[in-house]
């Protein structure tokens, strides 16, 4: 099992997690856009991602509390690109997913249609848009 962050921060409450859950889990500070980083990690079963999704121009709808505790990094795209990181990873798990391999994304609400129609058109297969206890549009699951 292996987690990657650009963020030291997030990794470290990410280790303390997972020793805590008595979980062997390694962990690399990658940058999932540098390719020289991804190319080594090799083949997996399982992709899962909850990358940066609200756009520059919903910062003012965000809560006090999560602006104060999440770094800006961690939460926000540009208002012309939202898919950013999501284009990206589909892309890279259509080359490091196993055959059947299953990918996972949390995502922006207001982007769900438009994540079914990416991932379609990446050669992805049952793709499922998911909804989250508020019935907003929350999850998108695929096999590769």
Do not use: W
């Amino acid at each position: 099992m292996c987690g990657i962050d650009v963020s030291l921060n997030a990794l470290e409450v990410a280790r303390k997690n997972a020793n805590g859950l008595d979980l062997n889990v390694q962990f690399e500070n990658f940058d999932v856009f540098n390719k020289d980083q991804m190319k080594d990690l090799g083949l997996f079963d399982v992709m899962i991602s909850n990358p940066p999704y609200i756009k520059e121009n919903e910062k003012t709808l965000m809560k006090k509390n999560v602006l104060e505790h999440e770094p800006e990094q961690a939460l926000f795209v540009p208002n012309e690109d939202p898919l950013k990181f999501y284009t990206h990873i589909a892309k890279l798990g259509r080359v490091m997913l196993k055959n059947r391999g299953l990918i996972y994304f949390e995502i922006n609400e207001a982007h769900g249609e438009e994540m079914l129609e990416m991932m379609h058109e990446l050669g992805y297969r049952q793709i499922l848009l998911k909804k989250d206890f508020n019935d907003k549009d929350r999850f998108v699951c695929a096999l590769k």
